[in-house]
């Protein structure tokens, strides 16, 4: 099956088959209203017409096989009728029914005997709203929206049907071309979505709604595609609170991953992960217009101090770069504005060019001249129906002669979303500038923008994370000893050690040299200072054999290591396996305080070296490694290397590891030296 063709025939069809009752009546409405100009036939035994369109009994009495056919019946009907069209060679179906996987028990099952019937037919849903073709004129889709035939625009993809209608809602000057509401995932990923979306020229960004991911393999092929295609995504995903991720799974029956493995995700994909719904839509709006950035330097306007001071402080917390001006620039300025307005990015430039036009083109102009990667003017415009705008339209228009004398970047916002009239917005796009709306907002997408930027001029060299294996069988836990054996092959350094028996445990010590460590070693025993089975810093024969006397009473093999003296900084590698990520990296601050400190950052495989030193580069413990406050620095290549060394041995051992700890890694100045570390496997090699 040619997925990308079927999902054009249903994505876009000449024929659309409505099955069911007022929910098929509502989409024929829809369809109506958005201007679709294919045919519609309707199916309904019981009835002669649905909203004036007369009624066919069955599939076998349609003129042709239909393009895109909505169901909307009982969810046993809608599973049978999807049969027939699967069956008939039909395009593609939108389910709409919901008691499926989403209410569990029988639902589950339902949800099977659906993907089972749609065979190769892609199906949109179940437990899903359908979608909305702004591009095409077609509307799948039983209620009303806020949308409008666009030439070209934002794809939005949303797991929450009711989130899409609000979406087409918005007033916020951003043009949709698509929204698709996809529900349960039945039968197609986000993956597919993304894969059709991008094959669309007309589509300049897609914004996703993400409760869970299922083929995260599948979802970064797709990403990296979008990255070299240079169409931007941006994901609002939900579930991050457990509250959130408990209504996810009762909502689409969707288990949502761990959320710091899709913050991970994102973070490699340069996929723009928005925390509220107002950054969502206002970072889709720039990048769909304005597109990604080369960097994230930003120049400001204002004729306000306080609005300058609020950019100031913003621009600093969401980590957008304000450069100072260019002697060039600041010597046009000062001549434009007079002696009286002091020159620096933000620029308050008074009121004293305010109206001018000739004045203001001068002064954005000189501004531009500096080569941001953007640059923002501050309007809050005067409401209608007394206001008079005469000036802010003079400041418009100024921005629009000085972006086109310099072909810079540039956007008017408004520092509440309220104070971004409809008729501005209407102006500015006409002119080629984006209205942005909420400061906080504004500046966020610029820093995105630059992100998305840097990941697609790096997408060559972005990997797909490795796909999950399957594992099974029982677990088995390797002692420290064994552990550490197991990870030395790969390179990690480990103390020197005496693994033996009680009565060998002195006469180990001897040959070491003191202080030393003693540790009970048992497959089962991880947390050993719990259960009294390690002791420290042991300087002589007595204090080895008092510790050997307390510990022999449990334990019966031991391990004596040198002891690592106190290091510059303690951090912890972490591999654990998550059901739809599979492996995954965990570098952080350890020791003692590792669950308290919480100081850490997740990886997911495979990995290259820039990765992990960014992330080293990114935790708080980082500065210690860097001489805090005087003291002695770090080996920060051998921090890197240990993480390459158990990512090494994770990567050969995929199909079994379950979990690896190394805490702590002591850093020194000249080494790295992992102490403690355990490994748990499972018994059945993986079934691909």
């Known amino acids: 099956m040619d997925k990308g063709a079927e999902l054009k025939r249903l994505l876009s069809p000449r024929t659309i088959a409505m099955f069911g009752g007022n929910a098929a009546s509502e989409a024929i409405t829809q ?43 009982p969810p046993a009907a809608s599973v049978e009728i999807i049969r027939e069209l699967a069956a008939s060679g039909a395009g593609g179906a939108v389910c709409f029914a919901s008691g499926f996987a989403e209410i569990g028990g029988d639902g589950i099952l339902l949800q099977k005997e659906l993907r089972s019937a749609a065979a190769n037919m892609p199906v949109i849903g179940p ?21 409008q035939r666009v030439d070209s625009g934002i794809a939005l993809v949303t797991q929450s049907g009711n989130f899409g209608i609000n979406l087409s809602m918005q007033q916020r000057g951003a043009d949709l071309a698509y929204i698709i509401t996809i529900g349960n995932k039945t039968c197609l990923g986000i993956h597919d979505y993304i894969e059709y979306l991008i094959a669309d020229k007309r589509v300049t960004a897609i914004g996703l709604h993400i409760e869970s991911i299922d083929h995260v393999h599948e979802f970064s092929l797709a990403a990296i595609r979008a990255l070299q295609a240079g169409i931007p995504i941006v994901a609002i995903k939900t579930g991050h609170s457990a509250r959130g991720a408990e209504i996810n799974m009762s909502h689409t029956a969707s288990l949502a991953g761990a959320d710091r493995l899709y913050s991970a995700l994102f973070r490699r994909l340069g996929i723009a992960r928005c925390e509220t719904v107002a950054q969502f839509l206002e970072t889709l709006k720039f990048v769909s217009t304005v597109g990604s950035l080369r960097g994230n330097t930003l120049g400001s306007m204002s004729c306000s101090g306080g609005e300058a ?5 913003g621009a600093h917390r969401v980590g957008v ?3 100072v001006l260019s002697p060039k620039s600041s010597g046009k300025l000062r001549d434009i504005l007079g002696p009286k307005v002091p020159l620096s990015n933000p620029l308050d430039y008074h009121t004293y060019a305010w109206g001018d036009h000739e004045k203001l083109s001068a002064c954005f102009s000189a501004m531009l001249e500096n080569h941001f990667d953007c640059t923002i003017l501050v309007l809050d415009y005067p409401l209608p129906p007394t206001a008079d705008t005469s000036n802010w339209k003079v400041a418009e228009e100024a921005l629009t002669t000085a972006v086109a004398a310099t072909g810079q970047h540039a956007v008017i916002v408004s520092t509440l979303p309220e104070t971004m009239p409809p008729d501005a917005r209407v102006r500015l796009k006409a002119a080629g500038i984006t209205p942005m709306q909420g400061l906080e907002e504004c500046l966020f997408a610029i820093r995105a923008a630059a992100d998305i930027g840097r990941t697609q001029r790096d997408s060559a060299n972005v990997l797909p994370v490795l796909k ?3 594992v099974g069988g029982e677990q088995q836990l390797l002692d420290e000893w064994q552990s550490k054996a197991e990870l030395r092959r790969f390179g990690l350094s480990t103390p020197e050690g005496r693994f033996c028996v009680a009565g060998e445990a002195v006469r180990a010590a001897e040959s070491l040299g003191y ?7 048992d497959k089962n025993l991880v947390h050993k200072s719990d259960v009294g089975a390690v002791a420290i810093n042991l300087k002589d024969r007595q204090s080895v054999a008092a510790a050997i006397e307390k510990m022999a009473k449990q334990f019966d093999s031991f391990l004596v290591e040198k002891m690592v003296i106190q290091g510059v900084a303690e951090l912890i590698i972490g591999v654990s396996r998550d059901p739809g990520f599979g492996i995954t990296l965990l570098i952080g601050a350890g020791g003692t305080l590792v669950e308290l400190l919480d100081d850490t950052v997740s990886l997911l495989f495979p990995i290259r070296r820039q990765e992990i030193e960014d992330a080293i580069r990114s935790l708080k413990v980082a500065r210690l490694l860097a001489s805090w406050r005087g003291s002695e620095s770090g080996d920060f290549d051998a921090v890197v290397d240990a993480v390459m060394a158990v990512a090494g041995y994770a990567v050969e051992n995929n199909t079994t590891l379950d979990e690896l700890d190394v805490n702590p890694l002591i850093v020194l100045s000249d080494g790295a030296v992992a102490v403690d570390a355990f490994i748990r496997h499972y018994t059945n090699e993986a079934q691909e």
């Not at 202080?515 to 070693?521: G, R, W």
């Open 515 to 521: 202080p030393v460590v003693l540790k009970a070693v």
């Open 321 to 323: 770069d304000m450069p």
């Open 468 to 470: 999950p294996a399957v």
């Open 309 to 313: 001071s609020l950019i100031a402080d």
């Open 31 to 73: 369809c109506r209203t958005i201007g679709y100009d294919g045919e519609i036939w309707a199916v309904n035994p019981k009835r002669s017409e649905l909203n004036g369109v007369r009624c066919f009994a069955s599939i076998d009495d349609l003129p042709s096989t239909p393009d895109a056919s909505f169901v909307a019946t």
């Open 127 to 147: 437990n899903c709203h359908g979608y909305l073709n702004y591009l095409d004129g077609a509307a799948l889709w039983p209620d009303q929206h806020g949308g």
